[in-house]
């Protein structure tokens, strides 16, 4: 009994105290929820901002594009990451969307494979991987795409998860995720995982995870296929900006990678942003911040396009 | 301390609080399933009020942006990557568990017994990333290409050997128990008569304990049907009926993991998930029935 009662009177007291400690000073909390895609992005500039900023309090969490509007709708997260196209459903819902970062999404092929020197060379044409990606045919040989002999099929990999560079992927040739016909793989490791041990294997990745941002070297296993975006079968100087990270991130700002599968990565809000707080913040990520998107292996958004998205913020 | 003694209740108010406070549990542990299968019910609705429940279980194509809601290759997803985890997993746990308990001596059944703990204490995703780093590259570069088959390594057969192996420790731990719990004295009985000891193993011990054997298997089998994280994460996910082991196949709980989250948002779309995990439960409420009635007849025999 006496032990009972020592802890009834502890918990009681600690109760109290509690209460009283948190009645004490003011924080601001600003909640982002959404995308895995625009996860270490989201937290990048958050850790930054809260220099400009000490008495707001970030909560950024990641739990799929979907889920992050579904809480800005409900009014449970204040900005939603957004990495793939909105569907009509979505769009009647009075949503804000601002696009704050470009990335895009290249098709990857195996180094084991034996004509890689060849991809690399000749690469692929929008048409055929066309083919390959949507039309689900087990049969399309390496050498029909390139023109020699090789017999080896051509092994599709997908993402099983949702995803947004799935759905981007597919939006280059007019479809969606479900339309891209491969094994499925989850998540972004995952699939440059499955495509580099087989070699007859394709698949595609976010360019923050087929190169390595921070050497800008491409991932160990994987390499990008060309595209040949004039159909003349070989990949022309001007065609071929694969190299490394910084390469292709500025080919991909200069419109040189096509649009999709380059994309938009968005931040959205429930009607227009009126807490001067959150207004701050976006126009934040949108000035000052975009120095850090490079470094996080995204695309910076061009100036004429900072200032569409600025205007809309006014 | 006086006064706090005399805080203490009176006994016929503690009774009667304790005893409303189980009925309580009880009752919100019956409700429980109900409440669940109810919500279920209510979400998959816009989807039921849009399309045909036949055509929706019978039809195999899934594209939910264009409008076609098919289950049937995830139900079959389902029901043979369970089939087949049970087809591997149930023979080798009946086997080892009569060794363990009947032959083996004490030192490799307590080792057993520890083995037993850790593997079921391995988180799945654990699982599944051993699926992927070991029996994946097994089955694609040296399994199949044995047979004379090509296969990526994602498919049915990956899927059907991490969830057995998941299924063991819970199998084989209530299998042994259910074989210890089998008294001595009909073993002696038996083994007086003449029989030997295999005969005596084969008409009393799993004759006696046949329920329990019965309720060990379909635990295992519930196990692999609900099973998400390691499954999805080696079974290739491709939504159409596989036509060997050495397909991918789609199980209902990978296709509510991998959509979920980001398409939550689509009306339509989550509403299928919904309908999926309404399939789901469904399942698992046959199933189960189906094993009570056959537990309660195996009981009157």
């Known amino acids: 009994m006496r032990i009972k009662s020592f802890i009834a009177i502890l918990l009681l007291g600690s109760f109290t105290a509690g209460l009283v400690s948190c009645g004490g ?31 707001l309090r970030f909560d950024v969490s990641a739990g799929g594009a979907g889920k992050g509007l579904t809480d800005v709708l409900a009014g449970a997260a204040d900005i939603a990451m957004f990495s793939r196209q909105l569907t009509p459903a979505e769009k009647e819902k009075g949503i804000w969307v601002f696009a704050v970062a470009k990335d895009a999404v290249l098709p990857t ?7 890689a020197d060849l991809i690399r060379k000749k690469g692929l044409t929008k048409d055929q991987l066309k083919e390959v990606y949507l039309s689900g045919k087990t049969n399309i040989s390496w050498g029909s795409l390139l023109d020699t002999a090789a017999t080896q099929p051509v092994v599709v990999y997908t993402r099983s998860d949702a995803a947004g560079a799935a759905d981007t992927w597919a939006d280059y040739f007019g479809g969606k995720q479900e339309n891209i016909k491969g094994t499925g793989i989850y998540g972004d490791p995952g699939l440059a995982e499955a495509v580099g041990k087989d070699a007859s294997g394709v698949g595609f990745n976010n360019v923050a995870y087929a190169y390595d941002v921070t050497t800008g070297k491409k991932r160990p296993g994987i390499d990008i296929i060309p595209i040949d975006q004039n159909n003349n079968r070989v990949i022309d100087p001007e065609e071929n900006f694969y190299q490394n990270a910084d390469s292709i991130l500025q080919a991909i700002s200069d419109g040189r990678y096509p649009s999709p599968p380059a994309r938009d990565l968005y931040f959205i809000t ?10 701050a913040f976006l126009k934040w990520v949108l000035t000052d911040g975009q120095k850090y998107v490079k470094e996080a292996g995204y695309v910076p958004l061009t100036d004429a396009h900072i200032k569409e998205e600025l205007a809309k913020l006014q | 301390m006086a006064a706090l003694q005399s805080l203490r209740l009176p006994a016929k108010l503690t009774d009667r609080l304790s005893t409303g406070w189980l009925n309580f549990a009880v009752l919100f542990l ?39 809601f098919g289950f049937y290759a995830f139900i079959m997803g389902s029901a ?19 060794y363990l308990t009947e032959y083996s001596p004490a030192w490799l059944t307590q080792t057993m017994y520890f083995v037993i703990d850790v593997l079921a204490g391995i988180p799945s995703v654990v699982y599944g990333v051993w699926g992927v780093l070991v029996v994946v590259p097994l ?19 990956s899927g059907g050997v991490v969830l057995a192996i998941m299924a063991v420790p819970y199998m084989l731990n209530m299998l042994m128990e259910v074989f210890r719990s089998v008294p001595v004295e009909l073993k002696e009985a038996s083994l007086s008569l003449g029989a030997t000891y295999w005969e005596t193993i084969k008409w009393v011990v799993l004759r006696k304990g046949i329920t329990g054997i019965i309720a060990a298997l379909s635990l295992g089998i519930s196990k692999a049907l609900g099973e998400t994280i390691a499954v999805l994460m080696v079974v290739g996910n491709v939504a159409k009926v596989p036509k060997s082991v050495f397909d991918a196949a789609y199980p209902l709980p990978a296709l509510i993991a991998n959509n979920y989250g980001d398409m939550m948002s689509v009306p339509l779309y989550d509403s299928a998930l919904m309908f999926a995990a309404l399939l789901l439960f469904v399942i698992i409420l046959v199933f189960n029935s189906i094993t009570n009635v056959l537990l309660s007849r195996v009981k009157e025999v």
């Open chain 1, 25 to 55: 000073k003011k924080t601001k909390n600003v909640t982002i929820s959404g995308a895995f895609a625009l996860y270490p992005l989201g937290v990048k500039w958050t850790e930054q901002y809260k220099q400009n900023a000490p008495d």
């Open chain 1, 109 to 115: 092929f195996s180094l084991n494979n034996p004509l």
């Open chain 1, 270 to 279: 429930k009607g227009k942003p009126t807490n001067p707080d959150i207004v």
């Open chain 2, 30 to 68: 019956i409700l429980l399933p109900l409440v669940i299968g109810v919500g279920l019910v209510i979400k998959s609705l816009p989807l039921l009020e849009q399309a045909s429940t036949w055509k929706m279980l019978s039809s195999a194509e899934f594209s939910p942006q264009q409008g076609h």
């Open chain 2, 80 to 98: 043979l990557v369970t089939l087949l985890s049970f087809v591997l997993s149930a023979p080798v746990c009946l086997l080892a568990a009569i």
């Open chain 2, 139 to 157: 089955l694609a570069g040296y399994v199949a290409p044995a047979l004379g088959l090509s296969t990526t390594g994602y498919c049915l057969l």
